[in-house]
């Protein structure tokens, strides 16, 4: 028997899922093709809504990238952007959005002018 012939008697062998509480069916000899396997949803945590503050004082210093807290997460209501509390990229990114839109320096930080703006809306 050429090696070819034995490949092709194999019978193929179905992955054991976890948890799983039947065994799968037999394979059917017919030639279709199966069907491409759907991918799991990618499962992701909601995000809590933050928590409501008042409308914050300036806290003394500009939040930039690399800021965190409470600050930040008033910020980013205001800006419509993920409410985590950490200034990353897109909160950079959301604020320099935001001033422009409102005419002043995209710099992205928010500073005693951009913080002024954010509390007259």
Do not use: C, N
């Not at 490949?7 to 054991?16: Q, S, T, W």
């Not at 205001?78 to 950079?92: A, C, K, L, R």
């Not at 959301?94 to 002043?104: D, G």
């Amino acid at each position: 028997m050429s090696e070819d012939q034995q490949i092709e008697d194999v019978e193929p062998v179905e992955p054991v899922v976890e948890g799983a509480t039947e065994a799968p069916a037999p394979k059917k000899a017919a030639a279709k093709k199966a069907a491409p396997a759907k991918k799991a949803a990618a499962s992701v945590a909601p995000v809590a809504a933050p928590a409501k503050i008042s409308t914050p004082d300036y806290p003394g210093r500009p939040l930039r990238r690399g800021s965190d807290g409470e600050m930040v997460r008033w910020l980013q209501g205001q800006i419509s952007t993920e409410v985590d509390g950490v200034f990353g990229h897109h909160t950079e990114k959301a604020l320099r959005v935001w001033q422009r839109r409102h005419k002043l320096a995209s710099d992205g930080v928010a500073g005693p002018k951009t913080w002024r703006a954010l509390t007259a809306q």
